[in-house]
């Protein structure tokens, strides 16, 4: 499988917990947290079968969607919904998903 793609399913996994956690006190938060989520590992997975700079772009919108669904968990644990120790590994896939579609935007010539 294309290791984006993989990362974002992680990713994915690991969000799943803490929105069903941030739900309970906040609701928006945790639907702004899935769907951002959701887009990210979507528009990867679109990118990947698009070329040229229809690619380029797919992988942009996939890594503002990674980026946003990170804030929404670092909302969460400024809020107290969820502590930071749960949050970080959630944060470390986004921080390598948002690296890999970086790379996948700027390939080395």
């Given at each position: 499988m294309f290791e984006a793609?993989?990362?974002?399913?992680?990713?994915?996994?690991?969000?799943?917990?803490l929105v069903e956690r941030i739900e309970l006190r906040d609701k928006s938060?945790?639907?702004?947290?899935?769907?951002?989520?959701?887009?990210?590992?979507?528009?990867?997975?679109?990118?990947n079968r698009r070329d040229g700079r229809?690619?380029?772009?797919r992988?942009?919108?996939a890594a503002g969607e990674c980026a946003e669904a990170a804030t929404a968990v670092q909302v969460a644990?400024?809020?107290g919904y969820?502590?930071?120790?749960?949050?970080?590994?959630?944060?470390?896939l986004a921080d390598r998903l948002?690296?890999?579609?970086?790379r996948l935007?700027?390939?080395?010539?």
């Open positions: 793609q993989t990362i974002a399913h992680e990713f994915i996994a690991a969000v799943r917990p938060l945790a639907d702004q947290l899935r769907r951002a989520a959701t887009s990210a590992a979507l528009n990867t997975a679109e990118g229809d690619r380029a772009a992988f942009r919108i644990t400024g809020w969820v502590p930071a120790a749960a949050g970080a590994p959630a944060l470390a948002c690296a890999v579609l970086w935007r700027h390939p080395r010539r």
